[in-house]
């Protein structure tokens, strides 16, 4: 499908524009910058595209005439069609990554209006200048987004799926996406058909098993619209796993409910066993998927088994398996989103504890930059698509098709959540049933499922696919606009801002054990029996083949811990790079105990690369995961990483307050974030980092004999806010003890065996660890 | 009700039920378990839990077997171990593994929570003093990652180590440089576990269900 991309010329697009942007136009110049460059794009396209064939005739008449006369040689020749394809591709990415940047410096408008509503806009729009330039908009085709635009996103939201709150209610999923999905396209489908023959007239001719296949296509839950709207609403994990895992789980009952009813629509009888075949259909679609889904995971996890010496090409192979897993399944027909989910689950654990550090980064941005890509073109093409598609509106199919859509969705809600409610330890409350009906998001796929439906079977496939088309605006705008709101308003739980620590982690596990000891003791073979078994398998059977070296052996309370301690290392690795220790501390803010430690101390904070790699290869142990979060799925803020941010500043406090020493047995804590940090024996240089120090020989915290295990992570991490903390705070301690500030350039010269504590993590950059530490296996 | 089980029983059935919240099917169910454990005596042993192939393999097998004959968890207010306890003790500690029934007020959920942490409180302070010490902390660590060899030593002081710190760090206020962290408090343990949703997690299922189920 040829891809033009027209644009009117600059003024002419501008005025609309300014019409639409007047306020924001005047007052954020970089916005006018992103839409002149995005129209200048588009220009650009339309020029080459015209003058491709002046250059073509004007060729092609220069031969044809037969002279042979000696032409002059061309300086500068133009030849569009040559590179055509791929530009128009790239330039179609670079107008989505403009609208991503444009609606991102409208802050106003992100805030009320979602995302996906914008790039829908956007892609009305486009497709309207394309429409009046007279050419065709290109639609969204079946390949493309089945094949392109889909995976990634799809993938992105497998590898990083936060198993321990999926894995708890996988039971409540499996129900909402199977039992759901069929009593949505039954119920749409009869219903739809009573009232097409209601009707009559031009819908007379629309058969039950044609209504059915619309209300099979219709019914499901699409991932992209839930993922693109609910994380953007921080709503609390239960309910988003809920939905989400329904949207991605019911992808088998929609290829199964599709392929069966588009195979009968023509014949128009359904028979029996047809209708038991389309069970065991079923059954080998979903388990099929996993399995192929599984046996690519496996496959990656072995070879990255053996990548210790090309660290460099480690994600190709994750994103490589992944696709193949993908691909595979649609060979057979079977749901290549469970397989794609299934790879992402079951290679990651073993993946994460063979890649290094920098691999995973790559893996991470990766995804989210592709899946974000890809989400937004979707929008966009939905929009476009809109435009261009041929239309039959009919009025009492598109309002059925929408009211049904609402009607079936909480009468199978509710339903379902009564029976469910009786399994279940944490019931669903009214308000999460309702976020739960009203978070069924109709998107792209349903779209496309539409789009291929042979026209010849099918005659009133304009209808469906303009009822389709509403129905996934209004989901989307409506829905969208308002479930933001809505959640205020009905003070749904938001996703807790908790911090990981290790008591919890502690416990977390203790309580596992002791669960699955209780379960033992009554003879009852449950969930945590199960879940221990299945632990204890992986890790003597499993770990051992997938997992190179000795990192298969570490325990998870181990690894979790050493996880915390690396990202401080790395911290300091790169803040101690940029500041310079004078050895011997200022005698002002001494006391007698670290004067006595600093004349030891060492001159350089910086870790050696040796010890940093050493460090790394201990560090990385399989991640189980612990606690879930899902800043994965935000894509906005993909790196919500405060370092990063603060960096900047953080250099110039540093080099403010270089000279101050920090006092090494004064370890201070900021409480909260934003408290005053109080003077106490122990102080988190950052929110991160702690050290304590052996003032006290005698006290029973602390002793005397041991090393300290990790001897890296003895420099604290420049972190802004305890830097600002102990900086603004006022107390008159403070003055001698060492600034936390100078801590970041003092660190580690203070430090040495036998007076170093362990440094304790006691929380971290949510979004590093909870990225990182991101579970796996059914933990 | 099986015809065997004559009115008394029902009776002590009927009192349990009230006393620890489960059913008298449920009930029923867990003395059977008991009979099955005990080899149909009075009285639960030691030994009868060490036998149970089950909790071979589970690295905090002696505190849990130990909370089991702790009298701090018989609801009686009485300290100390005993050598041997009733079915009465032994429903008593299944029920703090209840998970809370839904219509459950604020206040009785509060009351759930703090009863099922003082649990896992009791397991930890063993010397029944009223906090955890490092050396009792470390302890729980070191069964932690008991099965992990030689690394769990060191790493578990390490560990432990933090973790004290964290604690100090969240619950208590001011620290002079001099003060030394005497132990985890039960008030301080409700504080760094908040995060956890313990009524919910601390449960077991089958203590849900009204439903037979299979008894090993």
């Known amino acids: 499908m040829p891809v033009v991309l027209c644009s009117c010329a600059p003024e002419a697009a501008e005025m609309p524009a300014r019409c639409r942007w007047a306020g924001a136009w005047r007052t954020f110049p970089r916005v006018r910058w ?161 009232v097409c023959q209601a009707v009559g007239g031009q819908l007379e001719s629309v058969g039950l098993l044609a209504c059915l296949l619309f209300g099979a296509i219709v019914s499901a839950v699409d991932p992209v619209a839930v993922l ?63 399995m192929v889904g599984a046996v690519y995971g496996v496959l990656a ?28 399944a649609e060979v057979f027909h079977l749901s290549g989103i469970m397989a794609l989910i299934a790879c992402g689950v079951v290679m990651r654990p073993y993946v994460e504890a063979n890649i290094s550090h920098k691999s995973y980064t790559t893996i991470k941005y990766f995804l989210k930059m592709w899946s974000s890509v890809s989400e937004t073109l979707i929008f ?21 098709t929408i009211f049904l859509c609402l009607i079936s969705r909480v009468l199978g809600v509710i339903g379902l959540t009564f029976v469910i409610n009786k399994f279940r330890i944490v019931k669903l409350s009214n308000k999460d049933q309702f976020i739960v009906a009203y978070g069924g998001l109709r998107g792209a796929i349903a779209f496309s499922l539409a789009f291929v439906l ?53 416990h977390t596990q203790f309580l596992d054990h002791l669960l699955t000891g209780i379960e033992g003791v009554c003879g009852h073979y449950g969930h945590h029996h199960w879940k221990d078994k299945l632990n204890r398998f992986n890790k003597m059977y499993v770990k051992r083949w997938l997992i190179a070296g000795e990192r298969s052996t570490e325990p998870q309370l181990i690894s979790f811990y050493h996880k915390l301690e690396l990202k401080q290392a790395l911290m300091l690795a790169e803040s101690g790079s940029t500041a310079k220790l004078p050895s011997i501390p200022s005698s002002a803010s001494m006391q007698g105990e670290s004067m006595r430690r600093s004349t030891r101390g060492r001159a350089l904070p910086q870790i050696s690369k040796v010890k940093e790699e050493e460090i790394r290869k201990i560090l990385r142990a399989n991640l189980q995961k612990t606690r879930q979060r899902l800043h994965s799925y935000n894509r906005h803020t993909l790196i919500a990483d405060p370092f990063e941010d603060n960096w900047t500043e953080v250099r110039l406090r540093k080099k403010r307050v270089e000279m101050e020493r920090r006092m090494s047995h004064y370890l201070t804590v900021p409480a909260k974030q934003q408290d005053c940090s109080p003077v106490r024996r122990v102080r988190f240089e950052s929110d991160n980092q702690v050290y304590s120090s052996n003032l006290n020989p005698g006290s029973p915290m602390f002793h005397n004999d041991d090393p300290p295990v990790m001897e890296v992570a003895r420099a604290p991490i420049a972190r802004m806010d305890s830097v600002s903390l102990v900086d603004d705070s006022s107390r008159p301690q403070d003055s001698e003890t060492a600034r936390s500030s100078s801590g970041q350039t003092l660190a580690v010269s203070e430090f040495k065996d036998g007076d170093l504590r362990i440094p304790c993590c006691r929380s971290d950059p949510r979004p590093n660890l909870n990225e990182e530490a991101d579970s796996t296996f059914l933990s | 009700m099986g015809a065997f089980h004559s009115n008394p029983a029902e009776q002590t059935y009927r009192d349990l039920a009230e006393k620890t919240g ?164 039960f008030e301080h343990f409700l504080k760094i576990l908040k995060g956890i949703e313990i009524e919910s997690r601390m449960h077991i299922r089958f203590l849900n269900m009204d439903t037979t189920v299979l008894c090993k």
């Not at chain 1, 009305?124 to 394309?130: F, N, S």
């Open chain 1, 34 to 194: 992103v839409f002149l460059l995005a129209l200048f794009a588009g220009a650009v396209a339309s020029a080459s595209a015209g003058q491709v064939n002046d250059t073509d005739s004007g060729a092609t008449g220069g031969e044809g005439t037969g002279h042979h006369s000696r032409r002059a040689f061309p300086v500068l020749a133009v030849n569009y069609e040559y590179i055509r394809m791929p530009f128009e591709i790239s330039l179609w990415i670079l107008l989505a990554s403009f609208m991503k940047l444009g609606f991102h410096l409208i802050p106003r408008l992100s805030g009320v209006v979602p995302e996906s509503c914008l790039l829908i806009a956007v892609g009305l729009v486009v497709g309207g200048l394309i429409r009046l330039m007279g050419e065709t908009p290109p639609v969204l085709s079946y390949n493309l987004f089945f094949l392109c635009l889909l995976p990634p996103i799809i993938l992105d939201a497998g590898y990083f799926l936060p198993m321990r709150p999926f894995s708890e209610n996988v039971g409540t999923i499996l129900v909402f996406a199977v039992v759901g999905t069929l009593w949505n396209a039954f119920f749409m489908g009869a219903t739809l058909f009573g």
């Open chain 1, 228 to 290: 693109a709207v609910f994380e953007e609403i921080h709503i609390n994990e239960l309910l988003h796993i809920l939905v989400f895992g329904e949207s991605l789980l019911n992808d088998a009952v929609t290829v199964v409910l599709y392929h069966l009813f588009e195979e009968f629509g023509n014949v128009g009888i359904v028979t029996l066993a047809d209708v038991f075949l389309g069970i065991i259909c079923f059954l080998v679609v979903a388990m099929g998927g996993i």
């Open chain 1, 301 to 328: 996890a072995f070879t990255s088994r053996f990548t210790s010496h090309t660290r460099v090409i480690e994600p190709l192979f994750v994103f490589l398996y992944s696709y193949m897993a993908y691909l595979s």
């Open chain 1, 380 to 400: 966009i093409f939905l929009g476009v698509s809109t435009v261009a598609g041929p239309h039959a509106w009919n009025w009492p199919f598109v309002i059925a």
């Open chain 1, 454 to 506: 042979s026209a010849k079977h099918f005659p009133m496939k304009n209808m469906f696919l303009t009822a389709i088309i509403t129905v996934i605006f209004f989901t989307v705008f409506v829905q969208g606009m308002t479930i933001r709101p809505l959640v205020e308003l009905l003070a749904v739980k938001k996703k807790k801002e908790t911090k990981h620590s290790i008591n919890e982690e502690i």
């Open chain 2, 22 to 185: 489960f059913s008298v099917e449920q009930i029923w169910i867990l003395h059977n378990r008991f009979k099955q454990l005990s080899h149909d005596e009075e009285m639960l042993r030691r030994d009868d839990f060490k036998a149970i192939p089950d909790l071979a393999c589970n690295p905090i097998r002696s505190q849990i077997i130990e909370a089991f004959f702790d009298q701090r968890n018989f609801q009686t207010n009485s300290d100390g171990t005993a050598h041997e306890i009733g079915f009465e003790e032994f429903l008593t500690v299944m029920s703090y593994f209840r998970p809370p029934s839904l219509n459950m007020t604020q206040e009785e959920k509060e009351d759930l929570r703090r009863a099922k942490l003082r649990f896992l409180f009791n397991m930890h302070d063993t010397d029944n003093d009223g906090t955890i010490t490092l050396e009792e902390y470390r302890h729980v660590v070191e069964e932690l990652l008991s099965r992990s060899g030689a690394i769990g030593q060191e790493t578990a002081k390490g560990i432990t180590d933090a973790a004290m710190l964290e604690v100090a760090s969240t619950s208590v206020g001011h620290m002079g440089p001099d003060d030394v962290y005497e132990g985890i408090t």
